[in-house]
């Protein structure tokens, strides 16, 4: 992509950008759960839940620890299929680079995250929960940046920058934000 051509918003990806990554905020907030209940064994195997498919789990059986267990499991789910979703989503209708390269990153993210909470319960490892939580906030971000750099506010900043937002220099255009704090403590 030129470096001077305007970025493209495409507004039903940005808007799904966003409701990825506020779902990804509903799930660690629902294994913040799971850890404070001590419910990280309740449900002792995986990728199965007590020996079902963990789509065909029967609800009557969600109690206790395994509803915090099972419900992360299934939204987690959700967040892996809406992320890959996302990421081909970028490679097909995103024209800049860098930003198919984050949606391959967060798609191997998803995957990852998902290998170490199994792997936390099929190898009864605590400090694995340590990994899984860490890459669990940095998938976050990752999202809520995905979020941004689809939106139409870092598309204005590219173009008053002049440029595809690959190279944003915060210093340009913090010059004009200053300028009234500045003129305040002069008084
Ligand atoms: C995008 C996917 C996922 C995200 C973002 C995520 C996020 C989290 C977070 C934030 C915690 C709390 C950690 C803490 O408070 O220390 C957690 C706990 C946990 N997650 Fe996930 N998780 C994901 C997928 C999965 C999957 C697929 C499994 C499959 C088994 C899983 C199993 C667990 C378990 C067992 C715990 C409890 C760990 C413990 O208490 O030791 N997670 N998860």
Known sequence: MDKSTPIKINRRLHWFAVLTAFVTFL??????LVTSHGAG????????????NMFAFPISKWVGGIF?????????SAVGLMTTILAIWLWLGDSRKWMYWLGVTAFLGVIAQGI????RVTMHM?????????IAQLFLVLMCALAIFTGGLWAELA??????????????HRRDHAAPARRAGDS
């Not at 799930?27 to 913040?32: Q, R, T």
């Not at 064994?41 to 079902?52: E, I």
């Not at 170490?116 to 792997?119: A, N, Q, S, V």
């Not at 605590?126 to 860490?134: E, N, P, Q």
Request: proline share 6%; hydrophobic share 35%; net charge negative.
């Open 27 to 32: 799930l660690i907030g629902l294994g913040g």
């Open 126 to 134: 605590d400090s694995l929960g340590i990994f899984h939580a860490t």
């Open 159 to 172: 173009a008053s920058g002049g440029h595809d937002g690959s190279h944003f220099h915060p210093a340009h």
């Open 116 to 119: 170490l909470g199994g792997l």
């Open 41 to 52: 064994m309740s449900v002792p195997d995986w990728p199965n839940t007590y020996g079902y």
């Open 68 to 76: 915090y267990e099972h419900t992360h499991r299934l939204l987690a």
